[in-house]
């Protein structure tokens, strides 16, 4: 167990919907980071938070967005949604946002189909 | 470009064979090494890490991977695999980059372990 918890674990959804996947990070961390899975892609960077403020953009498609709440949780929002976006997102988390030595780790990930 | 670059997209090996998964990187100055790994329908587990010194590292479940800078390589390595080894490894590299941390994986290596 990470102790990056991710909510929810599978999700299955229409095309042109929106969904919400949440992220609480490990206690203590301060940066948050999503990512996309997919056969297709491979492992994703999508974006970084880190204590509320956005701080890296990755491949995050613009239908793609996110933010960092004051209690350090995350959400990814996802809308309009298409068949491609069948993927597996991971939070991950790390203590700080930079300088070497940081080490990152991942949630659970949420599985979401788009059908 | 800067990459991430895993040769090996899948490997087969016997049980007790031993294992070499070679990982190169492109990127210049000071960064931080890691191998992760995903167990069927899992999430990413961090293997080991590098960040400074000892250039050879010792992770869990008897991995080790060794930092060459001048070969920009961090092949992973364990004298005898077991079936329960079977699943995908994945390079990454963390660089800091305008004041963050941005962790970019390789396309991963699926290995699969024979009794």
């Known amino acids: 167990d990470s102790g990056v918890t991710q909510t929810p674990k599978h999700l299955i959804t229409a095309t042109g919907q929106r969904v919400t996947l949440r992220c609480s990070p490990r206690s203590g961390d301060l940066s948050v980071y999503w990512y996309q899975q997919s056969l297709d892609q491979g492992l994703q960077f999508l974006i970084q938070?880190?204590?509320?403020?956005?701080?890296a953009k990755g491949n995050i498609l613009e239908r793609f967005s996110a933010q960092q709440f004051p209690d350090l949780h995350s959400e990814l929002n996802l809308s309009s949604l298409e068949l491609g976006d069948s993927a597996l997102y991971f939070c991950?988390?790390?203590?700080?946002?930079?300088?070497?030595?940081?080490?990152?780790?991942f949630g659970e990930g949420s599985w979401l189909t788009v059908v | 470009a800067q990459s991430v670059s895993q040769h090996n997209h899948h490997v087969i090996l016997s049980e007790a064979a031993s294992l070499e998964l070679g990982c190169n990187y492109s990127y210049g100055g000071t960064v931080n090494l890691f191998w992760y790994v995903q167990y069927p329908g899992q999430h990413l587990q961090l293997l080991l890490k590098y960040f400074s010194g000892d250039p050879l590292v010792k992770g869990i479940k008897g991995f080790e991977a060794e930092f060459i800078k001048s070969k920009f390589s961090f092949n992973l390595r364990k004298p005898s695999v077991q079936w329960s080894d079977t699943a995908e490894y994945f390079c990454?590299?963390?660089?800091?980059?305008?004041?963050?941390?941005?962790?970019?994986f390789g396309a991963g290596t699926r290995l699969a372990v024979h009794p």
């Open positions: 938070y880190y204590n509320g403020e956005e701080r």
């Open positions: 991950a988390s790390s203590r700080s946002g930079t300088g070497s030595g940081n080490t990152i780790y």
């Open positions: 990454a590299v963390n660089r800091e980059s305008g004041g963050y941390n941005k962790l970019i």
